[in-house]
């Protein structure tokens, strides 16, 4: 499986954006899904994470509330709606992939997304 991210952009500060990722192959369906997110001179942090059937849904405590992400298997997608952006929310944003259920360790997705830069304005 391939990952392709997409939807990043400038934004001023309580704006909103929408990132989709897209899979390349059919088996899309049997991944877990995260979205992390690396801003400059930081480590990188789980954002938000959905199980394979789309059932479960996990979020980072600084997005709770705010981003909502989603999947859709018969179109191998998972976006990453996100809403009332601050400038901490300025970082670059990654999908990823695994077949476990760990949703917030990062080092356990075995497939990652090229990222897609999202700016927050104040």
């Known amino acids: 499986v391939q990952l392709q991210a997409s939807g990043g952009g400038l934004v001023q500060a309580g704006g909103s954006l929408t990132l989709s990722c897209v899979a390349s192959r059919r088996t899309f369906g049997r991944y877990a899904m995260g979205w992390f997110r690396q801003a400059p001179g930081k480590e990188r942090e789980f954002v938000a994470g959905?199980?394979?059937?789309?059932?479960?849904?996990y979020y980072a405590d600084s997005v709770k509330g705010r981003f909502t992400i989603s999947r859709d298997n018969a179109k191998n997608t998972v976006d990453l709606q996100m809403n009332s952006l601050n400038p901490e929310d300025t970082a670059v944003y990654y999908c990823?992939?695994?077949?476990?259920?760990?949703?917030?360790?990062?080092?356990?997705?075995?497939?990652w997304g090229q990222g897609t830069q999202v700016t927050v304005s104040s």
């Open positions: 990823a992939a695994q077949r476990g259920t760990d949703y917030w360790t990062g080092r356990l997705y075995d497939i």
């Open positions: 959905v199980s394979w059937s789309g059932g479960s849904t």
